[in-house]
């Protein structure tokens, strides 16, 4: 899976667009899993509700709430089943603009996460352009069990790799509760790297939603970490390209962790 030519530098002054370092960042994501038929209905811990009904290609979907739809809306989705009972979809919305909503669900604790990612119109100097809101949820195929999705401080201290593609290989520690670091190995970006928002909710045993939103351009991630036997990741991302139009790209690879810290006493935020 490694590409052992001498990977080229990217120039220091020449900060790559979106769509840029995102093409075949999806190379070696999980395959795609078929929806068509399902119907579900989520209910969010602050007591809205969202229901989808999935054909092959769409799906119709309504809420109410923070993210209220004002009726029924059909849009496209991309479902990942990344563990056997798990499965990680994405509405990258066309019905609104500049937005999406991922959904991550349980067939067997029947516990959910909603993230909703949203392009703001302007920029605001010293906040990333691209916001997010998360939230727990429970699904109506039956009683809920386990803990619910919560926030969790499980990475930081970590330091992992991700290979997306022979092309694609970069390098994540997880700071604080509140931000991570990064650069990237290979790829067009190599050489580029820096320190950005993030959040992290644990979804199940060693499973984990990561989400970063970038500084420096318009962009933001959802991703779903398998650290148990599986070692792998699957996501999104929404952002403006380099045209300014908005856009989303999937994205998925290999985790390989190489070290961690612990902290002695006084602990990050």
Not at 28 to 39: A, Q, T, V, W
Not at 137 to 164: F, Q
Request: aromatic share 10%.
């Amino acid at each position: 899976m490694t590409n052992h030519d001498t990977p080229v530098t990217a120039d220091p002054n020449e900060w790559r667009s979106y769509d840029e370092f995102a093409a075949g960042i999806d190379t070696y994501r999980l395959p795609n899993s078929d929806l068509d038929g399902r119907s579900l209905t989520l209910t969010l811990d602050d007591g809205a509700t969202m229901s989808l009904a999935f054909s092959a290609s769409e799906v119709a979907w309504q809420a109410d709430g923070a993210i209220a739809s004002g009726g029924e809306r059909r849009d496209p989705y991309d479902a990942v089943r990344v563990r056997s009972d798990v499965v990680f979809v994405n509405l990258p919305l066309e019905s609104r603009e500049r937005e999406s909503l991922t959904i991550v669900f349980s067939e067997t604790t029947h516990r959910a996460l909603v993230v909703r990612s949203t392009i703001a119109a302007e920029e605001t100097a010293g906040e990333p352009q691209v916001g997010q809101t998360f939230w727990a949820a429970v699904t109506d195929g039956g009683s809920p069990t386990g803990d619910a999705p919560a926030a969790s401080r499980d990475l930081i201290g970590k330091r992992n790799l991700y290979r997306y593609s022979p092309e694609h290989l970069y390098e994540h520690v997880y700071i604080s509760s509140q931000r991570y670091a990064w650069q990237c190995v290979q790829g067009v970006q190599r050489g580029h790297g820096d320190m950005d928002m993030s959040t992290v909710w644990k979804f199940a045993d060693g499973l984990y939603l990561f989400c970063f939103r970038e500084f420096r351009i318009a962009v933001a991630s959802v991703w779903l970490h398998d650290l148990g036997y599986a070692l792998r990741t699957t996501g999104i991302f929404l952002g403006l390209n380099g045209e300014g139009a908005a856009e989303q790209s999937r994205a998925g690879g290999h985790i390989y962790p190489i070290g961690s810290v612990d902290y002695p006493d006084v602990q990050p935020v």
